[in-house]
């Protein structure tokens, strides 16, 4: 028996559209372990929302499909879980609620006390026990970020999904965010499937960084595996030629292999490549 936890095989998709049907992904497969934190990367467009969509169970391959653990995914569960880009908590909640209601739908035979305790536990773990009793709109954003998290993690999903969950943020706390990630990461060893932009983001936080190719009939184009040692300090890796060459792979795909038409000359790319190599900046956006 395959020892794969998540299966991605031989997944197409065609939507319907006005103008016929339009091929989103072709052939894309993916085989992810159980405790891998896995990146998808790509331009613009090319895919990566549909593929997290197809493994959530909310939109089906029009070929091949998704095996979690053996069984196939057949429509959304919470064994796996998704946080979003913009948080989608229930705003007339308090925080204690919008992880509780989550902890009531997935842990129906445990006792009110120990749903009481797993759900302050979780808001825990993400450092928010103090505003437990707040509404959404009495915190910010990060911590709105941090309370989607909590609430995943709460209901111990198989495959944690997350799509582009510090897009929003400001540099800082993103930051701040991706090292609480990592934390937790360390402890609970979550399978991770998460969308990014940000290629020192994909780096810092990845086993894998997939690496898709642009669209229409968008597939993997390359599977960088990145062998740095956790824990992981950004503030160390600025400097670490591993780190810096990963970057490099990936900016190179990005921005010389799938190089999207619109986007700037050949010459300017590698000056920018060059650069950021330098500066280790963080807006090394993939479009
Ligand atoms: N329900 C749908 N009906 C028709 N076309 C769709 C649908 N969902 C996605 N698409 C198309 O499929 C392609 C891939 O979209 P998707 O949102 O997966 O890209 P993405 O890589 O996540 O983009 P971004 O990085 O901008 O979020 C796009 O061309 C998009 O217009």
């Known amino acids: 028996m395959s020892q794969t936890y998540l299966d991605i095989s031989g997944v197409s998709i065609e939507f319907p559209t ?9 052939n894309v497969n993916l085989k992810i372990q159980k ?9 613009s467009g090319c895919g990566k929302s549909t593929v997290l969509n197809i493994v959530a ?11 979690l653990q053996g069984k196939q995914v057949t429509k959304p569960g919470p064994d796996r879980a998704v946080v979003f880009q913009n948080h989608s908590l229930f ?26 305790e797993w759900t302050v536990h979780n808001l825990e773990l993400v450092h928010m026990g103090h505003a437990m009793n707040k509404r959404p709109d009495e915190i910010s954003g990060g911590m709105k ?42 402890e609970l060893n979550n399978t991770v499937i998460m969308i990014t932009h940000d ?25 960088l595996t990145v062998e740095l040692e956790r824990p992981r300090d950004r503030l160390v890796l600025a ?42 900046n963080n807006n090394n956006k993939a479009a």
């Open 91 to 116: 705003p007339w909640l308090t925080c204690y609620d919008n992880v509780r209601l989550a902890v009531d739908q997935v842990f129906k035979k445990k006792s009110k006390k120990e749903r009481h």
């Open 239 to 280: 400097d670490d030629s591993t780190y810096n060459h990963y970057r490099a792979e990936v900016l190179r795909f990005l921005h010389e292999k799938h190089a999207k038409k619109d986007t700037k000359p050949a010459s300017k790319i590698k000056t920018d490549v060059k650069k950021n190599n330098d500066t280790n």
């Open 18 to 26: 006005p103008a016929g049907p339009f091929k989103a992904l072709d």
């Open 145 to 186: 970020q941090r309370i989607g998290i909590a609430r995943a993690l709460a209901m111990e999903p198989k495959v944690l999904l997350m799509d582009e969950p510090f897009g929003a943020l400001d540099a800082l706390t993103r930051a701040h965010m991706q090292d609480s990630l990592m934390e937790i990461q360390a």
């Open 35 to 43: 405790g891998e934190f896995i990146s998808l990367i790509g331009h």
């Open 57 to 67: 169970g909310l939109y089906d391959a029009t070929q091949g499909g998704v095996i």
């Open 199 to 223: 290629v020192d983001e994909a780096v810092l936080l990845s086993d894998k960084i997939v690496m898709m190719t642009n669209g229409p009939a968008a597939t993997i184009g390359e599977i």
